[in-house]
């Protein structure tokens, strides 16, 4: 069993949306993620999707994204980007995973998944007061985020674990980098960055890692305990 990340599938199956325009790198995405996919990824290992799973707006219309999901080898663990307007309560979403008998998809978001003694802890993380583009308007959410994800590390950290994974949406800056610190987390990872800005990118730390599906070439990536 080994574990793997690919963020940012934008998958358009529900709601179609030209990802070509940011690149003839998204030319084919879809069919070049179920050939990097299959070639790579077990029944029996486990893959995370930090984010921006579709383009759907609301869930019943994701289902053809969730069915391609499905018919992928791997237990997949989503969490929650920018870009998924679909997501609802996780009591929702469960129910829409047994209506549909998706049975190898589970939701991670302000929660904690156990995977072979590590706890994988995951949350959206925001823009942050260092980007030149924070708003007034971004400080509620940043905060709430910061909450978010500590509650998230606590749950994991309680587990009594080999070590904690953090899956975030957002690259970590600013008062997520400390939460991280204090937890000590195994690796962090995360994807938001596509084109010249993913491949400009230079993580903070070694142990933090980028999972864009157009930096990876479509390709999930394995990551090593």
Avoid at 19 to 44: A, C, H, L, P
Wanted: glycine fraction near 6%.
């Amino acid at each position: 069993m080994a574990l793997f990340a690919l963020s940012d599938l934008h998958l358009p199956l529900g709601n179609y949306k030209p990802m070509d325009i940011f690149g003839d790198n998204w030319s084919n995405y879809v069919e070049r993620i179920r050939e990097e996919w299959t070639k790579t990824v077990k029944e029996d290992d486990v893959v995370i999707i930090n984010g921006d799973f579709c383009w759907a707006t609301y869930v019943d219309d994701a289902l053809e994204d969730f069915k391609f999901l499905a018919s992928l080898p791997g237990i997949k663990l989503l969490s929650k980007g920018n870009h998924d307007y679909w997501w609802e309560t996780k009591t929702k979403l469960n129910a829409f995973l047994e209506k549909n008998k998706l049975e190898n998809i589970h939701f991670i978001h302000n929660s904690t998944y156990m995977y072979n003694g590590y706890a994988i802890c995951a949350s959206r993380g925001w823009i942050t007061p260092s980007d030149k583009d924070f708003k007034k308007s971004d400080e509620k959410m940043y905060n709430r985020e910061l909450g978010r994800l500590t509650l998230s590390l606590k749950a994991g950290e309680s587990e009594n674990t080999k070590g904690l994974i953090a899956a975030l949406h957002y690259p970590p800056e600013d008062g997520f980098l400390e939460i991280l610190d204090q937890f000590d987390v195994k690796y962090c990872i995360y994807g938001h960055l596509h084109g010249k800005q993913a491949r400009n990118h230079v993580p903070k730390k070694e142990n933090f890692i980028l999972v864009s599906s157009d930096f990876l070439q479509f390709k999930p990536l394995e990551i090593k305990l």
